[in-house]
Structures are given as C-alpha cells and as structure tokens.
C-alpha cells in the first residue's frame, strides 16, 4: 500500500490509464473482428474501406502509448496483406 501523498496519487493515475487503455484496446479487438467478418464475406470494396479506419484507429492508439507502435505496424501489415490477396482473387 502507498504511504506517500505522491504514490497514492501515482495509483489513482494507474487505474485511471489502465481503465482508459483497457477500453481502447476493446475497441480496436472489436473493429478487427469486424473487418475479419468482411473479409471472409468476400467484399473486396467495404473491406478497404473498414481497413482505412481501423487503421486509422490504430495509429491514434499507437501515438498515445497504449500499443506499441510496431505491434500497430505489424497488425495493419497482416491486414493489409489479407485485403490484397482478396483483390486480387476477384
């Protein structure tokens, strides 16, 4: 238990990230499943578009420090890589 009004403090902060972060990352499983939904309905065009937000929500999680950021690169590159090989399958 912190005894200090510094590390008391430090500890409301972490839980108050940590709830933040959390939700966050909720979010972003849920739009990847989404879009993994898509993709294997075959929809080459909505699958684009979805992938344009996740991505873009993956690199506001990335510049905030709740992801690292080559953990962000390397999930838009996965998804990338499965958006294309469906484009190119129609």
């Not at 979805?50 to 080559?70: C, E, P, W, Y």
Request: hydrophobic share 30%.
């Amino acid at each position: 238990m912190a005894h200090s009004i510094s590390a008391k403090k430090r500890v409301r902060q972490n839980a108050k990230r940590k709830l933040i972060n959390r939700s966050r990352k909720s979010r972003i499983k849920t739009q990847i499943k989404r879009l993994e939904q898509e993709l294997t309905g075959g929809s080459a065009e909505k699958s684009k578009e979805q992938f344009l937000q996740v991505s873009r929500n993956l690199d506001k999680i990335a510049s905030g420090g709740t992801m690292h950021k080559r953990t962000i690169a390397r999930k838009k590159s996965r998804l990338a890589k499965r958006i294309n090989k469906l484009a190119k399958a129609k």
